[in-house]
């Protein structure tokens, strides 16, 4: 496994360009011990070329691979049968994963986000949603931090449902701390998972990826109220460009009204209840 770790945490070389390594050299040994004449055949960014060739060293592969043994982390690498088929293939989906929990085989799943700030009416429907697709044995995913995602993860919880928590630091810590009793009631009954190895703590940049696999990993997402520039619109973005089926719900709350209005104009469809939109679901159980 530490070749899978040190082809994930390359620098300069992102999802797109570790799927590219694969596909020419079929496992992540043959992408280390490729020569500078074949890496150069491939086409990939002199960075990334760069990258490769000065960062052939297992040490720091073999520290993360040793906590991660030690913090009861496990690895999910894109042969792995777990790793779900509508994911892997996702230009947004790095070659590894990490989380703590369970994964279960290929089930879809329902992506439910939203403001952290969210409204009373965008919280109870996030829960009625979560605790509908629960019933069904739907898989609900979400993100973890304040707002919609505590309230998607919580009802999931409380329903003996499936839940999928997708962080943006390492798996082996709690952010927010707040969420401490939610993050390990998670752990218990669904999966926490990061593409980001243990120890690493949170930044910008990481929640806009995290939000890509949040849709990479459903074949659903709801929007439950969203500012214009929120993570719950860059969801919504990666969603559409990974062609799943994206609904926003409708809010009186004047605060949402821009987000809900730019989303509408882009086609995405109106979300009012689980009776509006109840047939997409049951297809999935």
Request: with cysteine; proline share 7%.
């Amino acid at each position: 496994m530490e070749h899978w770790i040190w082809l994930s945490s390359l620098p300069y070389v992102g999802p797109v360009t570790q799927k590219k390594l694969l596909a020419t050299f079929g496992s992540p040994e043959r992408v280390y011990d490729a020569s500078p004449s074949e890496l150069k055949e491939i086409r990939v960014s002199q960075r990334a070329y760069e990258s490769i060739l000065m960062a052939r060293s297992l040490e720091k592969p073999k520290r993360i691979l040793e906590r991660v043994q030690q913090k009861e982390i496990w690895l999910l690498p894109r042969d792995d049968p777990l790793y779900p088929s509508y994911a892997k293939n996702v230009a947004e989906s790095p070659v590894l994963l990490y989380y703590k929990g369970q994964i279960r085989p290929n089930l879809p799943s329902v992506a439910i986000v939203g403001s952290r700030s969210c409204s009373n009416y965008a919280r109870r429907a996030a829960k009625e949603l979560s605790t509908r697709l629960s019933s069904l044995n739907i898989p609900v995913v979400s993100g973890l931090t304040k707002g919609i995602d505590e309230a998607a993860h919580s009802a999931c919880l409380a329903n003996c449902g499936y839940p999928i928590a997708f962080v943006a630091n390492g798996v082996d810590d709690c952010y927010p701390k707040e969420h401490r009793s939610l993050y390990e009631a998670v752990i218990n009954e669904g999966a926490v998972i990061s593409q980001y190895p243990p120890g690493t703590a949170p930044t910008p940049k990481q929640f806009i990826q995290r939000n890509a696999l949040i849709s990479a990993w459903s074949s659903h997402v709801v929007i439950m109220e969203a500012n214009l520039k929120s993570g719950a619109m860059t969801t919504a973005h990666f969603a559409r460009k990974q062609a799943r089926e994206v609904f926003v719900l409708i809010s009186s709350d004047a605060r949402f009204r821009q987000g809900t209005d730019c989303l509408r104009k882009q086609g995405i469809r109106p979300y009012y209840s689980f009776q509006s939109i109840a047939k997409e679901f049951i297809k999935l159980s």
